[in-house]
């Protein structure tokens, strides 16, 4: 059997999570607010190495949008140590007990929020998600194992330090968070067998690498942030409210888990309502994959083209809309049933039973009526922060906040009880 | 890419499961009670079926206890029913709305309890376990896929044919509950990677059937039921109460997993309070596998042995104590840290702080003060009903009641909400 190379780090990650564990509140607020300070600090040396990770990528022809994605300036420097500013604020959820009761023989029992233990996130170029999910991770008890992507190296590994000196500041091991340097690809697979060390692995990045972490990992992973969106306009919609709402979906901000993909518009709103939602949104820079029936109402306007067979199953993250037409709110249904991702939903309706129906039936984390799919987000939903928009039903579903960090243990107080 | 051989099934029970989760609490209920009666009317065919699978266990060689566990008997079959009319007497889950409130911007929004999907059973020679999970199951509006060892094949087969007769009664599909009757090992690996169909694997069994789906599956694992457990009789345990919790926890039902496993006694306790445990134990039929400390004050009475270098690594289920001395509460806790598997441990004390400590750094499924770790259990806790004891930290911590079957989506409504 081989040794896994990663096996001393998962060994500190646990014994710093055992000492995290029974860390105060105020003592891990004060470690998040050192933290914040640190960064701001610390600002030349993580804008130097920012630097030269924007210089490498560059030369290798990154994509603008994922070099603005890796770039940190004064300005978001500014905001990322605000953001920590605001997970220090936040309550603890860890200790509060729940499901507390005195069974028919004596016996009190409770259910008591604690930390998971360690974390392993995976997650591609974004330099602030090395400091969201540490401040998460540690606001809540935990430690983390973490794994950027190689093109973000330096700057992670600068960000690293300040949270690490931050530990030491208020005397906790700097093993509660570590990072993976080594860019060898085979240590995320080796991060993905640490069952024995690592309790949940969080992915962030794409399709890819979610089904990377599923196929591979003996430990739990939480799968998600893929959503293939739709919104079903039914016929009863009050229809001024219908625009701004897909307007807002689609293009507050496209590229997004929670954007809308597709547009399921019901027959009796194909000659009025259809073209003017092509007008409205192509002067957004909407472009257009309409299905048949629909094609053949807006199929003339200059920024709708016919969709091909597989344009109903991609999630778009960019300003591509998908139109279908639907006789019923049957097909609607189906549609969402065969194309969605069970991310986020809604409909458009003023009929009491097609609502119903539509929120009974889908079997999405989040079910909308009457509004965006945008709203489909932790901090909007008022969990304060978010880890992660899960996609599966095991333990968290849609955002994740603060609490999604934890687990339980039962306490049992008794006075010399037997079980008879 | 090879095609698994269970996608038909997996598709039939993903279309059940859509049924199932419309399908009202009184029809789910209605459906219990059918069961319930179509058991103990296909008596004879259930113990026809079950005399063949023992005839064939006992030309095989099978071991007493198993051959015990695999055999159904008239009074078995009735107390199998009335298990199936207290799981339908149960309150259903699947509707109830939590964590309610309305947003600033007016937004309502709540999580809404529904059925988990579709489950995968994977499970050792026990028929009770084909009924119990099968309403449990069905009670919460989820499909499921069984495979129950091949020694119980015939028993099995005949127990679906009255839970389809049950379901065609209410006209609901016999898919939502499915069997795989091939006998071909393989078939195990194909349902742990049925992900797009399954959403959850619950094993059944030891820790080498946990492993191999833990190992194997791509879809998210419940895994439990092993327990290395402790107490520790802390100096100031009031001793009239200890000797019958450890008795009970001990001698109770030694074969289950949340039955004692190690005996770890403060220093101060040697001389007097540890033989009085050998001799009270003993008269029991316990042998106890001692350290040296332990062995150094026991070990003259016959019951007693040096305990091997794994001795305390072991989950005995049956009458083996292991015995150790500890110096102190950290030496307590370090043991537990080291051997346990997180499953139940106990402290006998009657000292404030060490209890307090104890309940915060053991970090187990299920703690106790002054109690006998036998209440780790979902009928104990009060729960109705038990799926399985997880030992993991995801999702679902110690028992498993109707609610662990059931994930949540979120209910967002709006009036025309669009995201600023």
Redesign the interface.
């Known amino acids: 059997m081989n040794t896994n190379p990663l096996l001393p780090m998962g060994k500190a990650a646990r014994e710093a999570a055992?000492i995290l564990?029974?860390t105060s509140s105020q003592r891990k607020n004060d470690l998040l607010l050192a933290m914040a300070d640190g960064l701001l600090a610390a600002q030349e040396s993580i804008l130097a190495a920012n630097a030269q990770d924007l210089a490498d990528a560059r030369a290798a022809g990154l994509a603008d949008n994922l070099i603005d994605r890796m770039t940190i300036t004064p300005q978001r420097l500014h905001s990322f140590a605000a953001d920590v500013r605001k997970i220090a604020a936040l309550p603890d959820p860890v200790g509060n007990e729940f499901d507390a009761?005195v069974?028919p023989n004596g016996?009190r029992?409770s259910r008591?929020r604690?930390p998971?233990?360690v974390l392993g996130l995976i997650y591609e170029a974004r330099p602030n998600v090395t400091i969201d999910i540490a401040a998460l991770a540690l606001k809540t008890g935990n430690a983390a194992i973490m794994r950027g992507s190689k093109e973000i190296r330096r700057s992670n590994l600068a960000i690293l330090q300040v949270i690490q000196a931050a530990l030491t500041q208020v005397d906790l091991p700097q093993t509660a968070i570590q990072y993976i340097q080594d860019p060898d690809r085979a240590l995320v697979g080796h991060l993905l067998k640490l069952?024995d060390y690592v309790?949940?692995i969080i992915p962030r990045g794409g399709a890819g690498l979610h089904r990377f972490c599923?196929?591979n990992s003996?430990i739990?992973?939480i799968t998600g942030g893929i959503g293939i969106n739709h919104i079903y306009v039914d016929a009863s919609a009050?229809l001024e409210?219908a625009l701004?709402?897909i307007?807002?979906?689609k293009t507050?901000r496209p590229s997004v888990c929670n954007a809308l993909d597709t547009l399921l518009v019901h027959d009796s709103l194909a000659a009025d309502f259809l073209p003017r939602v092509v007008r409205y949104l192509a002067a957004a820079g909407v472009r257009f994959r309409a299905a048949p029936a629909a094609m053949a109402i807006v199929g003339d306007h200059e920024a709708v083209t016919a969709a091909g067979p597989d344009d109903f199953d991609i999630e778009w993250l960019n300003l591509t809309l998908g139109l279908r037409l639907v006789p019923d709110l049957d097909t609607a249904l189906e549609h969402i049933?065969v194309h969605g991702t069970s991310h986020s939903e809604a409909i458009l309706t003023n009929n009491w039973q097609h609502a119903q129906r539509f929120?009974?039936?889908v079997?999405?984390?989040?079910?909308?009526?009457?509004?965006?799919t945008?709203?489909?987000d932790g901090g909007?939903?008022?969990l304060g922060a978010e880890v992660a928009v899960s996609t599966?039903?095991?333990?968290a579903?849609?955002?994740m906040g603060l609490q999604e960090l934890t687990?339980?243990?039962?306490?049992?107080?008794?006075?010399?009880?037997?079980?008879a």
Chains 1, 2 share one sequence.
């Open positions: 055992r564990a029974t009761r069974l016996l029992i008591r604690t998971m233990g069952h309790d949940m599923w196929e003996t739990p992973v009050d409210q701004p709402i307007h807002n979906a507050q049933r929120l009974n039936e079997d999405s984390a989040a079910v909308f009526v009457n509004a965006s945008r709203f489909n909007q939903f008022g599966q039903k095991l333990h579903r849609g955002p687990t339980y243990k039962w306490i049992v107080l008794g006075d010399g009880h037997v079980r």
